[in-house]
């Protein structure tokens, strides 16, 4: 079995392993979330790149591309290339993980920061053609009533950069449609993705995770196909068994239907004696 991977030159902003290379840059990653929240984000933690949050053994661990926060929020920053039907879902229990990770130094609820989930989608996710999709939690009865929670999901229709009134947004939402930059925050992240390219380091950590990755997949595909072998074989020895103890039984009847025979028995009291047929017992 054979895995293909894009060239490392064929990367862009928006494939995994570039995005979290390039937001490893604090001013990158502080300019992004900033224009994608219209906010002013304060002094960041360096950025977190695929960080795996399992607070808890038995829990299900997340990765999480980008996972970075300023004095007062955490921010957590996926690209999505595809939209699988449980992306709400997703969100909901990525949130809920980022505040288990957030409070495990046995802080007050009301330590939590104000949280984001930020989903940037190659496709739209919700089918309104619409740029933007914030979600907060408000009342079902008084729309005008906020739970005020400080839980944000929002989610980025690229393709939709067309509608986006904002033009800092606008750009960064064409860029990563297009790969046209038009604006200079734009440029200067298209000159790092075709720095990184460039770069010995980068193109050897890519084609290594790559490695890794096939030997993951070809590791349990073996493993897949050894299951189903020794599957297969006891379901073999178990049908064999099955057939061998029917003929067995089989046989076991004839036999006694001869010996019946013998003794002048009728034909309608060896077939209920054997489960034989009529016919069976006339071949004997």
Known sequence: MEYTHKPVDELTFTDDFMFGTVMKNKMICKGV???LLHIKVGKIEYPSLQKTIAPFYESKGIRLDVYVSDPERIFDIEIQTSIPPSLPKRTRYYQSLMDVDNLLCGQSYAE???????????QDPFGK????????NVCSEDGTLFLDDKSYKVFYNVGAYGKEDEPEL????????????????????????EKAKRNEKFRSWYMSLNIWKDDLL??????????????????????GRRDGIAAGSYQKAR??????QRESCSVDFIQRMTGLSEAEIEKL
């Open 218 to 239: 070809r590791e349990g595909s073996q493993l897949g196909e050894k299951i189903g072998f020794e599957r297969g074989v006891a379901a073999g020895i178990r049908r």
């Open 33 to 35: 979330i900033e224009r």
């Open 112 to 122: 939590l920061k104000e949280s984001y989930v930020i989903f940037i989608c190659t």
């Open 129 to 136: 053609g619409l740029p933007v999709y914030t979600f907060r």
């Open 255 to 260: 036999e006694t239907a001869k010996l019946m």
């Open 170 to 193: 606008s750009a960064l939402l064409e860029y990563l449609c297009e790969r046209r930059a038009t604006s200079g925050f734009t440029q200067h992240i298209d000159e790092l993705v």
